[in-house]
Nanobody, 117 residues
Framework: QVQLVESGGGLVQPGGSLRLSCAAS????????MSWYRQAPGKQRELVAR???????NYVDSLNGRFTISRDNAKNTVYLQMNSLKPEDTAVYYC???????????WGQGTQVTVSS
């Protein structure tokens, strides 16, 4: 069983920063690839960032270095540091865990990020 709980969302002004957290339960967290997705109103869910079980990150090209994904296996937590936020970053952000050996995906309930002046 893997349960994911996101936190850290909220309202922020353009140019501001937020750090999202995803706390995971389960004993196989350290073996999972962790990702952040987001879904804006009327749009499909899209991948934002991914980090492998060994800690190698990857990002979508459009972020231009504004976001950083990291993980702390001792705390069973993955983070998304978001800087220089733009209104187009407004979305519900979801945490995803991918257990490659069985090709299983687990999702959190999402946390709302709103970037507005």
């Amino acid at each position: 069983q893997v349960q994911l709980v996101e936190s850290g969302g909220g309202l922020v002004q353009p140019g501001g920063s937020l750090r999202l957290s995803c706390a995971a339960s389960g004993r196989i967290f350290s073996f999972m690839t962790m990702s952040w997705y987001r879904q804006a109103p009327g749009k499909q869910r899209e991948l934002v960032a991914r980090i492998t079980s060994s800690g190698l990150p990857n990002y979508v090209d459009s972020l231009n270095g504004r976001f950083t994904i990291s993980r702390d296996n001792a705390k069973n937590t993955v983070y998304l540091q978001m800087n220089s936020l733009k209104p187009e970053d407004t979305a519900v952000y979801y945490c995803n865990a991918w257990y490659i050996p069985s090709n299983q995906n687990f999702w959190g309930q999402g946390t709302q990020v709103t970037v507005s002046s």
